[in-house]
């Protein structure tokens, strides 16, 4: 089994900074793609960055030059650093890891993270 555990999300004010986390942990023998999506009040869930095991990144044109996405494999671990924060950021953010253990890769989602970004 593999879990994705997801941690810093909250109320930021427009202009901030929020550092997101994802750890997963189970039965890993390697990790491909790793990636945050994003969905808001009323919206289909969107691609918010995407990180490759071998650092290629890909950003929604709506957080480029303001989020980063970078990944710890030692800690099988990927971040999103969000700084200029919008209120059109506000959603929930979720985790995505593309996860292979000795017999196959799978597709595995984090529970998900609130943010919010209000004065």
């Known amino acids: 089994q593999v879990q994705l555990v997801e941690s810093g999300g909250g109320l930021v004010q427009p202009g901030g900074s929020l550092r997101l986390s994802c750890a997963a942990s189970g039965s890993i023998r390697s990790i491909n793609t790793m990636a945050w999506y994003r969905q808001g009040p009323g919206n289909q869930r969107e691609l918010v960055a995407s990180?490759?095991?071998?650092?290629?990144?890909n950003y929604a044109d709506s957080v480029r030059d303001r989020f980063t996405i970078s990944r710890d494999n030692a800690k099988n671990t990927v971040y999103l650093q969000m700084n200029s924060l919008k209120p059109e950021d506000t959603a929930d953010y979720y985790c995505?890891?593309?996860?292979?253990?000795?017999?196959?890769?799978?597709?595995?989602w984090g529970q998900g993270t609130q943010v919010t970004v209000s004065s």
């Open positions: 995505y890891s593309n996860i292979r253990n000795r017999y196959v890769a799978s597709d595995y």
């Open positions: 990180i490759t095991s071998g650092g290629i990144t």
